[in-house]
């Protein structure tokens, strides 16, 4: 393999690795914060897509524009939809046994699964990106990249930073890191936990609704994705290390090159590398590359 393939490999895999990352800050928030793991985090991820999908009509927005103006208006939907989730049942699932979270999150996402199912029927939909997702951008003779991975790659950056100076450089943080160490003490110091945990799903799920439309924007979504998403996204989390933001970026970069270098070992050993890499960290490092530290 010469150095110029050695070098798209490399790339292509940072790329595909970022939008894991997006699919996975999510579900790091809701499990740093709640030790929450929502079952139906993929699907949530498929509902954004398909939201988005169905607000372009709604608005009445076409040419290259329109997905992210339909992002624009999904976010605060998931933002209330988020906030009302764990207001109003997930907060009563909380507690020392996970079996209950667990539960009611499989419930949700089986629901999820077969409304889109009744709705938008079992054919993959896209949404529509006016060009952007073919496009791309030659960087060096025979080395190539598309536009639209290279701004989920920024995105994926800056998203990062957001949530760490979030939870490092303001009250709300503070917040969520007090609730997440101790909620019983927290309380005593004036701060409902109820409401915090209902502001850190809310604020997931905005994540969700960007990387469910960027995912939307890239290829083709369908009803029944959702578990295959969230095995990439709790993949990246347990790569990186629960909790860590940086470390689920870089547990997503990890896992994209992986795939990538799969990819051109044989087609059908991409997925199964990764798969496999996932595995080989629970062995070496159960807590991951990064564990948390903030």
Known sequence: MTLIAIIAVLIQGALLGSLYALFA???SLMFGVMRLTNIAHGDFLILSAFGALSLLP?????????????????LPIAFAIGYALQRFILNGTLG????????VTFGISIVIQNML?????????????AGLNTQSLQIHEGLTIGLLPLIIFIVAIAIAFAMQWLFSGTALGR??????????????????SHHIYALATAIAFVLI???????????????ADGPALL??????????????????????????????????????WGIWCGHVVFLAMLLVKPQGLFPKTR
């Open 175 to 192: 917040a969520f890191r007090a609730t997440s160490d101790d909620g019983d003490t927290a309380k005593l110091m004036g701060v409902e």
């Open 58 to 74: 709604a608005l009445g927005i076409h040419g290259a524009m329109a997905p992210w103006m339909a992002l624009l208006a999904l």
């Open 96 to 103: 020392k046994d996970p079996l209950p979270s667990l539960v």
């Open 231 to 268: 095995i990439y996204a709790f993949e990246a989390v347990i790569i990186g290390g629960m909790g860590s933001f940086w470390g689920t970026f870089v547990g997503g970069i990890v896992l994209g090159i992986t795939q990538v270098i799969g990819f051109r070992i044989d087609p059908g």
């Open 117 to 129: 199912m009744e709705i938008f029927t079992a054919d993959p939909r896209a949404i529509e990106t």
């Open 25 to 27: 800050m999510g579900l």
């Open 209 to 223: 609704a960007v990387a469910g439309t960027l995912q939307g924007m890239r290829t083709t979504v369908a009803p």
